[in-house]
């Protein structure tokens, strides 16, 4: 339980979000970009997410695990790097660059793009991706409350119900 509010833990986070951009340690950090397939067609590479990242290998990692747009990652490759930048020169090329690309997938700073799909709309397309993958291969769909390793979640399969 916490001692805070959700409205003082937004507060508070805000504020934390801006010193670490003022933080002036310059470190490495990279501006990333990856393609993904047109979710409309599923064929040719459109420019699906932008981001920054003091290790975007490891990013790389991430969203290939746990975006719904996963399942039509290209190969990403980094867009622009420097050994020595501050927080808030990480943040800033980000930006620019999300504007500049203005990729499908990125919700911030890229509200005036109107081929951007929203997070709800992209879970949906990855149901109905993976739907039409599991129909086509003949294979079982998985019990779509699986999976493993999520907190709070179940770490095993769950049984199917009881016949009556």
């Not at 986070?13 to 470190?27: A, E, F």
């Not at 996963?70 to 980094?78: S, Y």
């Not at 079982?140 to 199917?160: E, F, K, N, W």
């Amino acid at each position: 339980m916490s001692l805070l509010s959700p409205q003082a833990r937004r507060a508070l986070s805000k504020v934390v979000k801006t010193l670490s951009l003022l933080d002036p340690r310059l470190r490495y950090g990279a501006i990333y970009v990856i393609p993904v397939l047109d979710p409309h067609t599923l064929a040719g590479e459109v420019t699906g997410w932008v981001g920054q990242s003091r290790y975007p290998r490891l990013r790389w990692v991430y969203h290939r695990r746990q975006q719904p747009w996963a399942d039509t990652m290209g190969e990403p490759f980094i867009a622009w790097e420097s050994p020595r930048v501050s927080n808030l020169g990480l943040w800033w090329r980000e930006i620019w660059r999300i504007i500049a690309y203005r990729p499908l997938y990125n919700f911030e700073w890229n509200r005036t793009n109107p081929r951007r799909i929203p997070i709800w709309e992209q879970r949906c397309q990855r149901g109905a991706r993976s739907a039409t993958f599991f129909r086509d291969s003949q294979r079982s769909m998985p019990d779509s409350r699986y999976r493993p390793g999520r907190r709070g979640g179940p770490r095993t399969p769950l049984r199917p119900p009881a016949p009556r």
